[in-house]
């Protein structure tokens, strides 16, 4: 099965994505790492991204997409895979469905901007061993400090509410307009992804074998 996952940052699409592998058996796609994996390679669309971010640009759709092709055609897809961080935007899901890929099922987990603003600002991360905490749903015994190591705890830029708005301003104006477009093909299922994890995974998983 080629499932789509749509949903904000912080929507909490990684973990869906993993237990999603688990249970049917194959990859998670997702944008970043396979970029990571192309350029450490050193592909051809892997160089050709290369190029772009090292005169610090955007790797452009053309490239992203022929990275996704490539990866697409390995081995380890062909009983299906989880694409996530891609498509982002209705001209990459357009490219997608040119490359002649049937996606079976998109499932975009909803979750509530003030929500997601909460989830991210909250986090703090230990400077020494990365070990991950929350201020109000995962304290540390003391404050700023890392219950593992001792390390000082911090707030990645990443999570500022203020970016973390931002973020969530691009998504809803360039990825958001996905869930109308796989709609019209019959394919989109909503999940609420906000509540406890064991009920958002039934649903998720429910979704996929409707």
């Known amino acids: 099965m080629n499932i789509i996952l749509l949903g ?3 929507a909490g699409k990684g973990t869906q994505a993993a237990i999603i592998c ?3 058996h194959i990859p998670t796609i997702s944008t970043g790492n396979i970029i990571r994996a192309a350029l450490k390679s050193g592909t051809e669309m892997g160089l050709k991204a290369k190029s772009y971010m090292d005169e610090g640009k955007l790797v452009p759709d053309e490239v992203v997409i022929g990275i996704i092709k490539e990866r697409l055609a390995e081995d ?3 009983n299906g895979f989880v694409l996530d961080g891609f498509p982002r935007t209705i001209p990459q899901a357009e490219a997608l469905d040119s490359m002649g890929i049937q996606i079976d099922k998109v499932i975009d987990i909803e979750v509530s901007d003030e929500e997601i603003v909460g989830r991210l600002s909250g986090r703090r991360v230990c400077e020494s061993c990365s070990d991950t905490y929350h201020v109000a749903h995962h304290p540390p015994q003391e ?3 890392c219950d593992k190591c001792g390390g000082t705890l911090v707030q990645r830029k990443d999570d500022h509410p203020e ?4 973020r969530l301003r691009v998504y809803h104006e360039q990825t ?3 869930k109308g477009y796989y709609e019209k093909q019959g394919k989109l299922f909503e999940v609420k992804g906000e509540g406890d994890i064991g009920d ?6 429910a979704a996929i074998e409707a």
């Open 8 to 10: 904000a940052p912080g």
């Open 22 to 24: 688990d249970r049917l």
């Open 76 to 78: 380890d897809c062909k």
């Open 143 to 145: 404050e700023g400090k």
């Open 163 to 166: 970016t973390v708005n931002d």
């Open 176 to 178: 958001e307009p996905l």
């Open 200 to 205: 958002i995974t039934r649903l998720t998983l």
